[in-house]
């Protein structure tokens, strides 16, 4: 009687562990719309595929290649809004790509790129690799260390 109890104790205890690790994972990449659009020093813009690359459609709807694979995302705040950087009175977003691995899909391989408003100018950084997936904002190196001021 005790071992029937106790037996189904561990049931209740494993399936109770069970919902709430199913609960508590993060979302996967294909499981959230990543909002594509950011307003950027009074200016909207959208990431775009073009041929299978990235591009930035500026306001007045000329592309911005930005020699990223898509898709592509902007760098997101814990809301899953896109994270513009300032940076003195600049304003600076991140246009990052995810991909898996050339061995196994549990790796990462992250391009990105940095895109500042200065004089009124869009101008997009060099392009950096992380050997990892890039989540989240990131640190304000990555939006001001990829250019010369």
Known sequence: M???????WVGCLLTSLTACAQQQSPPTTASVAVEQVVSMG??????????ARCALRKPD???????????CQFTVDRLGKPHVETFGKVPIVI???VSAGPH???????????VRQING?????VI???ASCMRGTGDQ????GLFTW
């Open 121 to 125: 100018q869009l101008e997009p950084s």
């Open 128 to 130: 950096a690799r992380n």
């Open 141 to 144: 190196k990555n939006y001001t």
């Open 95 to 97: 246009v990052v790509h």
């Open 42 to 51: 009074g200016q909207t813009l959208r990431l775009e595929n073009d041929q």
């Open 61 to 71: 709807q000329t592309l911005m290649p930005l020699d990223l694979a898509w898709p």
């Open 104 to 114: 196994n899909n549990q790796e990462c391989r992250s391009e990105y790129r940095a």
């Open 2 to 8: 005790i071992k029937t109890h106790c037996a189904i």
